[in-house]
């Protein structure tokens, strides 16, 4: 049912992002009275799963969800339809249009992707607004749940000043991303502030070695479950929270192991609080220096309750959304591009955190969640949009690089040379998809 939901998802965020981005080609194309010869979710490599002729224009979906296409009449695309080409340039054909209207034409896909992306920001913004924690109630630091993170000098129980020179304000899960591109982290270590220096290959590591977040929230330790050899069943109830160990203080989940080390093999007397009363019992810690019980996912009404964290929750009136979610837009965009920059730089290593359908896949929830989705979705599109402005043939941005050098120079490129662009392009983007999605294969293989 998980893989249901999951795949649910991720096909419908798909399919509402080629269907828009194709759009975004086909409604300029139209306005120009340049024919559309097909208009396609998904590719329909030698046959498709449904398709109906409207008008000069074939609509269908293909049986192939790496994308989509719409086939625009006298242009060099991944359909490579020479025999086209070879007559003459006709009236409703694209290479007999204005370069401006190509252009527009050109540049619409990626045009609608930035702006559903800020529609959608916009939007969450207006019914969700903005959940957060002030920083300053993070008071006993933040949980440093990635190895490499400690290697570096971050520690558990550092509170999070700054991030290169910027003041955490807001402690929010885009924290983590700002971490993990930094240079500089500025923390208060025990009432001392000491500036940790991220080194450049940092991203490498952890991609290799850690997937788990770098820095969380600390988490109360709270009773989830047994496991079959435990011999505290009888002791702890589910959802008991623990206090204290023969004395020391278990306030976190991140404090047990370092509790437990002293008392292997032995007895111990351990307060929990349960029905909001502490209640001292009896427990045994193992040789390994562990209970035998396992940590339950705590909501945030309870983090609350406890008296751990005080959410925040901002309301925006409509016209009050527009400009928050749009600054929401430009700083996933500005993210975006500053992750891809990263990308292309091999000595950060970043490289080997790019991924393909899989990684896109997994980035949704097991379980149905709006707010997940369309966040999911805008991010997405940012991506999709950011992608296919890149000056590669075969992509948006290679079409337009050509036109922008026709309308500068006044010369257009021959077909031929567009054909021969357009195929280097295809077997760049080939390339490109065989790495990202060989790089899911090899993660799923080594279980990172």
Known sequence: MEIAIKLSQFLLSLSILIILHELGHFIPAKLFKTRVEKFYLFFDIKYS??????????????????GGYVKISGMVD???????????????????KPAWQRLIIMLGGVTVNFILAFIIYIGMTFFYGEKYINNSEVKDG????????????????????????????????????????????????????????IPQNFIGKFIDKDKKELIALRMPFVVGGFADDSKNKEQLKVKDVFVSVNGQSLKYYDQAASVLSSYKGKEVT??????????????????????????????????EKLGYYKFSTEQFGFFESIPVGIDKGFAQLGNYWKQ?????????????????FAAIYNIFPDYWSWEAFWSITALLSIMLGVMNLLPI?????????????????GRKPSDKFLERAQMVGFVLLISLLLFANGNDIYKAIIGK
């Open 270 to 303: 351990a307060v929990v609080l349960r029905d909001g009363k502490e209640t001292p019992v009896k427990l045994i810690v193992n040789q390994e220096g562990k209970m035998g019980v396992g940590p339950a996912q705590v909501t945030e009404s309870s983090l």
């Open 78 to 96: 991944e359909s490579m339809d020479t025999e086209q080409l070879a007559q003459e340039p006709q009236p409703w054909e694209f290479r007999s």
């Open 340 to 356: 891809l920059k990263l990308i292309f730089n091999p000595s950060t290593g970043a490289y080997k955190g790019v991924g393909g």
């Open 49 to 66: 799963l449904l398709k109906k002729k409207i008008g000069e224009t074939e609509y269908g979906i293909g049986w192939l969800p790496l």
């Open 142 to 197: 933040v949980w440093v749940q990635n190895t490499e993170l400690e290697k570096v000098g971050i520690k558990t129980g550092d509170k999070i000043v700054a991030i290169d020179g910027k003041e955490i304000v807001k402690f929010e899960p885009s924290v983590n991303l700002d971490v993990l591109m930094a240079k500089t982290v500025l923390v208060n270590r025990n009432g001392e502030e000491k500036t940790i220096a």
């Open 393 to 409: 043939p075969a992509l948006d941005g290679g079409h337009v690089m050509f036109l922008l050098y026709e309308m500068i120079s």
